[in-house]
């Protein structure tokens, strides 16, 4: 049986109106993509999700709103607050040479350029300039930052980056 893989896009933060609109956060860094969605997926619990027709989208800033179809009224939206907004991974978009959905990150194994096992990237988080990678289950805890004088290769299909410690990690 062939089982969909999703991707979260955001968290639905609270009902908007009467008529059922929701507001959620994204966790994307731009919504632009998903003007074009015709559905999406509301998880509901550790295992549900259902698809929903979407009637409306509009996006401001690192938020969207949505309205989908069966949900007409505040009382409705409400029982959605606090779910997970999510899309199939075949909607993401090809992302170019260079560049990868944090999703595919996590989990990639750790080497300097030496081939000295560092760990396994763990968490990942933004600081304005570039993105954290948080390498841990090696003698100790990393924090890489997400520049190129580090991280010198990332290879998705072998499940593992390469990286150059500077002066001080």
Do not use: H
């Not at 989908?68 to 978009?93: M, R, T």
């Not at 999703?103 to 350029?113: A, P, S, W, Y």
């Amino acid at each position: 049986m062939n089982q969909t893989q999703f991707f979260e896009i955001g968290k639905i933060v609270k009902s908007c109106g009467l008529r059922g609109r929701m507001k959620a956060v994204s966790y994307l860094e731009s919504n632009d993509k998903l003007q074009n969605l015709d559905e999406l997926y509301i998880g509901q619990g550790e295992d549900k999700k259902v698809p929903f027709k979407l009637k409306g989208f509009r996006s401001r800033g690192k938020s969207f709103f949505l309205e989908i179809e069966g949900v007409e009224n505040l009382q409705s939206a409400n029982a959605f607050v606090g779910c997970l907004v999510l899309i199939p991974a075949d909607k993401l978009e090809e992302l170019p040479e260079g560049e990868y959905y944090w999703r595919d990150m996590i989990g990639l194994k750790v080497v300097t350029e030496e081939g000295r096992f560092l760990g396994v990237i763990e968490a990942i988080f933004p600081t304005g300039s570039n993105d954290v990678y948080v390498c841990s289950g090696g003698e100790r805890e990393v924090l890489l930052p997400g520049i190129a004088d580090v991280i010198r290769k990332i290879d998705i299909n072998r499940g593992m980056m390469v990286v150059r410690l500077l002066e001080g990690l």
